[in-house]
Structures are given as structure tokens and as C-alpha cells.
């Protein structure tokens, strides 16, 4: 079955949530997963044979070890688009989401085959839907940070694909990828549009070029 085209008008308002510490999805990023624990395999499945073939992923407001931990009221909306099974043992699906769209959480749901649902609100992320105007960022500025950042934090990089990279896409990528805390993916994820994003971003490698090290606390999936 196809998937119905997710569209402004055409969101749904009942979705799977996916709560993982230091995982962020913005909308127009990609972030691929493997899944492999029962309830989020049966998740999978569900999302496979619904019309949107989303998933919401959301963090936990506290990585304590709960199976069903608080989680932050903003997440973002992920719509499947590629999927493949293993046969290794390692895990069920290898899939890609894609971001549609942050979503705010109205109410928790009663659980489905193990896994959490909410109510979702989009009202107030409208302008994700939206084309990202040119010229959101100093892009000199960004650079210079950049190469501050990872000198310091002793990351290497490709800087001709980084100078070729339009400054959505740049913004999106360097805002998911860099290992900042949870706290620090969620200002990112919850800055109002890509213009306050990349000031946020700017702002937090600068604070990690000053103290190397600290809140790096990458995914653990």
C-alpha cells in the first residue's frame, strides 16, 4: 500500500512517539534508526500499515532507565521513508524518517502493542511546512565557529561538501549530527524558525569550544 502524501492539512493527530535520549529530528532532516526491541518492531509494523507511515520521536525528559519515562512536551514528526528487514539477528528494520514537522504533545493515549501514542498538536509549528527563505545565516560567521568547534573537539570534516551544503540543509545537519546534550538538542529543536536555530547552534559551539568534552553524551539506541 502506498503511503498517503503528508501534506499541511493532512497530519495525523494520533501518532507513535519514540522517546530517545540525544536523538534529535528536525523537520527536512533525515535520521535512520535501527529497531530491534519488541514493542518498537511492533511500532514499526503499525506505522508500515497505517496511510501516513509516521513516527513521532520525542526525548525523555530524564535517560533513568524507566521503560516509560516522562518525555518533552515538543517533539517532531517522522515519516518513514525507507525501510529494510535484516536477517542477521541484530535487529528487525533498518529504516530512514524523514522530519515533516514538530508536533506538541495534547494528551498520552492509552498504549498500543507496547507502545506509547499521543494526541498531537501542529498549530503551533506551521512554518515548518514552509519553504526556508536563503540568507538565514552568517554563513563566515558559522564557519569560523565551526572550525573552532571542531579543532577543539577533534572532529574532522569534509569543508569542501560543508561549503557546497545550502544553509538549511547545513543547519539541519550540523544541529543533529554534533554531540550536544539532550538539553541542548531540545533548544534546537524548539528554536521558533532556522534563523534563531542557527543562533542557537552558533551559541552552543561556542560554549563547547570553551569546555571540550563536557555534554557529550551521544545516542545510545
Not at 569542501?160 to 545550502?166: C, R
Amino acid at each position: 500500500m502506498a503511503a498517503a502524501a503528508t501534506t499541511p492539512d493532512n497530519l495525523p493527530e494520533i501518532i507513535p512517539i519514540f522517546p530517545l535520549p540525544g536523538v534529535l529530528l528536525l523537520p527536512r532532516g533525515r535520521l535512520p534508526l535501527n529497531i530491534f526491541e519488541p514493542r518498537y518492531v511492533a511500532m514499526i509494523d503499525d506505522a508500515l500499515g497505517a496511510p501516513h507511515r509516521v513516527v513521532g520521536m520525542i526525548q525523555p525528559l530524564d535517560d533513568g532507565g524507566s521503560t516509560d519515562p516522562s518525555v518533552y512536551p515538543v517533539g517532531c514528526l517522522g515519516r518513514i521513508t525507507s525501510f529494510s528487514e535484516s536477517d542477521d539477528g541484530r535487529y528487525r528494520y533498518l529504516i530512514t524518517l524523514t522530519g515533516v514537522s514538530r508536533f506538541t504533545i495534547v494528551e498520552e493515549l492509552e498504549d498500543r502493542r507496547g507502545y506509547r501514542r499521543v494526541r498531537a498538536g501542529y498549530g503551533p509549528w506551521a512554518a515548518d511546512r514552509e519553504a526556508v527563505r536563503p540568507g538565514i545565516l552568517d554563513r563566515p560567521q558559522l564557519l569560523t565557529t565551526l572550525k573552532r568547534y571542531f579543532t577543539v573537539n577533534e572532529i574532522s570534516a569534509d569543508w569542501d561538501a560543508i561549503g557546497q551544503t545550502p544553509d538549511d540543509r547545513l543547519i539541519i545537519t550540523l544541529a543533529m549530527v554534533c554531540p550536544f546534550s539532550p538539553n541542548e538538542k531540545q533548544a534546537l529543536l524548539e528554536a521558533r524558525d532556522a534563523g534563531e536555530r542557527a543562533r542557537t547552534l552558533m551559541t552552543l559551539m561556542d560554549m563547547a569550544s570553551l569546555r571540550p568534552g563536557e555534554g557529550d553524551e551521544r545516542p545510545k539506541h
